[in-house]
T-cell receptor
Framework: KAGVTQTPRYLIKTRGQQVTLSCSPI?????VSWYQQTPGQGLQFLFE???????NKGNFPGRFSGRQFSNSRSEMNVSTLELGDSALYLC????????????????FGPGTRLTVL | AQKITQTQPGMFVQEKEAVTLDCTYD???????LFWYKQPSSGEMIFLIY??????QNATEGRYSLNFQKARKSANLVISASQLGDSAMYFC????????????FGTGTRLTIIP
């Protein structure tokens, strides 16, 4: 079974621009979560999508948004990029059965490394 | 709120030795899950092992085992017979709350295996 895929793997943008990152979950997984990893703040949860609906959101400004499509693929968008947005953005997918269990493991993709100049 | 604490920023271990990576947690949830992930220099987070808060036995996955002490709120990862390929960052993470997929991560431990 193919793992989580993320595109692009590397991205360079300038301040003020916007960027869209893509994530394709493991086949059969319906939940997609996004995380930002920086040297200063570590790994921080951005948001989770399930059945095309945002289910949970981390403490990030509104410039960070996302969506999920009917095939469970997800995109996240960052508008008006700032230097501090430079980070590794990780996507994770999980099965998330209708009745939640605590053994739901999230499997991560290789990440998209965003550099803002 | 949930919190994960990893107190070892870096560790050096001789190849073939066992190593224990420390993780303590804090949560008000009665039911929660604890995870360990490995992150090589390539960046991908690799799932290693899971422990549920109501699991009575410590989890094991090959060379990985999780030393779960609920009363002390600790979930240490034990790697037996370490290999050069084990050199990486290791993150302890927690998920809690029904229907909540959010993982809270610790700051990580950089493990270096010495030949």
């Amino acid at each position: 079974k193919a793992g989580v895929t993320q595109t692009p793997r590397y991205l360079i943008k300038t301040r003020g621009q916007q960027v869209t990152l893509s994530c394709s979950p493991i086949s059969g997984h319906r939940s997609v979560s996004w995380y930002q990893q920086t040297p200063g703040q570590g790994l921080q949860f951005l948001f989770e999508y399930f059945s095309e609906t945002q289910r949970n959101k981390g403490n990030f400004p509104g410039r960070f948004s996302g969506r999920q499509f009917s095939n469970s693929r997800s995109e996240m968008n960052v508008s008006t990029l700032e230097l501090g947005d430079s980070a590794l953005y990780l996507c994770a997918s999980s099965y998330r059965p209708p009745i939640g269990t605590y053994s739901n493991t999230q499997y991560f993709g290789p990440g998209t490394r965003l550099t803002v100049l | 709120a949930q919190k994960i604490t990893q107190t070892q920023p870096g560790m050096f271990v001789q190849e073939k030795e066992a190593v224990t990576l420390d993780c303590t947690y804090d949560t008000s949830d009665q039911s929660y899950g604890l995870f360990w992930y490995k992150q090589p220099s390539s960046g991908e987070m690799i799932f290693l092992i899971y422990q549920g808060s109501y699991d009575e036995q410590n989890a094991t996955e090959g060379r990985y085992s999780l030393n779960f002490q609920k009363a002390r709120k600790s979930a240490n990862l034990v790697i037996s017979a370490s290999q050069l390929g084990d050199s990486a960052m290791y993150f302890c993470a927690m998920r809690g709350g029904f229907g909540n997929e959010k993982l809270t991560f610790g700051t990580g431990t950089r493990l270096t295996i010495i030949p």
